[in-house]
C-alpha cells in the first residue's frame, strides 16, 4: 500500500523560499502523477501543479507560473515543490497527492495523500 | 480556467439523515469529476471518482452522480464519522480544481 511522507514544518521569512519533500514508499511512484495541492487557515483547496515522473513533464496552476517549480526523481521515489518569493498568504498546509489519469487529455484524480506540511510565512 | 461552485457551504444535518451535496462546473467536464471528504487536521480522503465509481473501501451509503455541469453527491444515511468537509474537484484537463466545499455539522 503506497504511502507518501512529507518533510517537516518550516517557518520562512517574506521574500524567501521553501522546498518541501514528498517521499513515496510502498507502491509504484514512476507511472502515476505527483501532484501539490495547498490549504490556507480555514479556506479550500487549491492545487498548485503536478509532474509525471516518468516523463519529468509538469503542468502548473496560472496562478503559480513562475514562482513555483515541482520536481521528481523516479529512482529515489521523491518529488519536491519549491515555492519563491514567499508572502504572508503563502501561509498554508502543503499536501503531495498521488494522481491516477484514466485518460489522454485529462487530469488526475488525487488517490493518496501525504499527511501535509505546515509552511509559515512571517516576519 | 474551469470554475467549480458547490451548495450549500454548509449543512446542518442529524444522525440517519439522507444529505445531497451540489458541485456545478462552469462547463461542460463530462464526468471527470472527483469527490473527497476531509476532517479536521487530515488530508483530504477520495471518495468518489468519474463522477459514480466508488473508491475501494469508501462505504457504500456514499454515492456519486451527474454528468456534463450538474453533480452529485449523496451520503444515503449519515453516519457520525460523516460530519466533515466534503470538496469535488474537476479533471477534465491537467488544470485541476476545487469547489469551496461544504461543511457537513451535527443540528
Known amino acids: 500500500q503506497v504511502q507518501l511522507v512529507q518533510s517537516g514544518a518550516e517557518v520562512k521569512k517574506p521574500g524567501s523560499s521553501v522546498k518541501v519533500s514528498c517521499k513515496a514508499s510502498?507502491?509504484?511512484?514512476?507511472?502515476?502523477?505527483i501532484n501539490w495541492v495547498r490549504q490556507a487557515p480555514g479556506q479550500g483547496l487549491e492545487w498548485m501543479g503536478g509532474i509525471i515522473p516518468m516523463f519529468g513533464t509538469a503542468n502548473y496552476a496560472q496562478k503559480f507560473q513562475g514562482r513555483v517549480t515541482i520536481t521528481a526523481d523516479k529512482f529515489t521515489s521523491l518529488a519536491f515543490m519549491e515555492l519563491n518569493s514567499l508572502r504572508s498568504d503563502d501561509t498554508a498546509i502543503y499536501y503531495c497527492a498521488r494522481g491516477y489519469v484514466e485518460e489522454v487529455r485529462t487530469g488526475p484524480y488525487l488517490d493518496k495523500w501525504g499527511q501535509g506540511t505546515l509552511v509559515t510565512v512571517s516576519s | 480556467d474551469i470554475q467549480m461552485t458547490q451548495s450549500p457551504s454548509t449543512l446542518s444535518v442529524s444522525v440517519g439523515d439522507r444529505v445531497t451535496i451540489t458541485c456545478r462546473a462552469s462547463q461542460s467536464i463530462s464526468n471527470w469529476l472527483a469527490w473527497y471528504q476531509q476532517k479536521p487536521g487530515k488530508a483530504p480522503n477520495l471518495l468518489i471518482y468519474?463522477?459514480?465509481s466508488l473508491q475501494s473501501g469508501v462505504p457504500s451509503r456514499f454515492s456519486g452522480s451527474g454528468s456534463g455541469t450538474e453533480f452529485t453527491l449523496t451520503i444515503s444515511s449519515l453516519q457520525p464519522d460523516d460530519f466533515a468537509t466534503y470538496y469535488c474537484q474537476q479533471y477534465n484537463s491537467y488544470s485541476l480544481t476545487f469547489g469551496g466545499g461544504t461543511k457537513v455539522e451535527i443540528k
Open positions: 510502498g507502491g509504484t511512484f514512476s507511472t502515476y502523477t
Open positions: 468519474k463522477a459514480s
